[in-house]
Structure formats: C-alpha cells, structure tokens
C-alpha cells in the first residue's frame, strides 16, 4: 500500500489557476495515476489519468484547461489548472489506478 498526500487546493477567482501535488510514500513509476474530484451532492468522477509511459487522458469538461504530470524520481504527480470555472469547485483526490489507494484529498473552490 501506497500514502498519496495531496497538496495545492484553495480559494481561487474564475479564471485562475492552481496546481495540485500528489505526493507517493513509494515508487509510482509501475503505476497509471489518476486524479478525481468529488462535487458536493454528486458522484466522485475521474478528471485525468497518466499511464506509466506518460500518455493521459481527460474528461470532456477540462480538456484544454487541465494538465495532469507525473515525475517518478520525486514519486509525485500533478494537475495543472487553468482557466478554472465555478464548476470545477471539488474536493480532489489522487489515487494509483486500479488499487484502493487513495489520498485525503484537497478542496479546490471557484468563486464566480
């Protein structure tokens, strides 16, 4: 079992960005990585995801504006924010694919 430590969340104006961290307690290099937000009242759905060889994949309503990263020597990964709207207000969680790892999560709000 892996720790994931998230990091970055806050308050930030529409527009704006933020960069979430996830921090491994071991290797994530073996390992596709996803991050996941939670809205209050709706499912936990999946946001990005990044294959060990580093190819990533997106949900339809952050194309463009998120970017997920991964660096195996520092066993983080992260998102990369831009262009935040209100809807993207969530807790957000990463997680190694597949597994029952999961972080603590990090509150990310949107204010319009």
């Known amino acids: 079992q892996v720790q994931l430590v998230e990091s970055g969340g806050g308050l930030v104006q529409a527009g704006g960005s933020l960069r979430l961290s996830c921090a491994a307690s071991?290797?994530?290099?073996?390992?596709?990585m996803g991050w996941f937000r939670q809205a209050p009242g709706k499912q936990r759905e999946l946001v990005a995801a990044i294959t060990t060889g580093g190819r990533t994949n997106y949900v339809d309503s952050v194309k463009g504006r998120f970017t997920i990263s991964r660096d195996n020597a520092k066993n983080t990964v992260y998102l990369q924010m831009n262009t935040l709207k209100s809807e993207d207000t969530a807790v957000y969680y990463c997680?190694?694919?597949?597994?029952?790892?999961w972080g603590q999560g990090t509150q990310v709000t949107v204010s319009s």
């Open positions: 997680t190694r694919l597949g597994s029952s790892d």
């Open positions: 071991g290797a994530i290099s073996f390992n596709a």
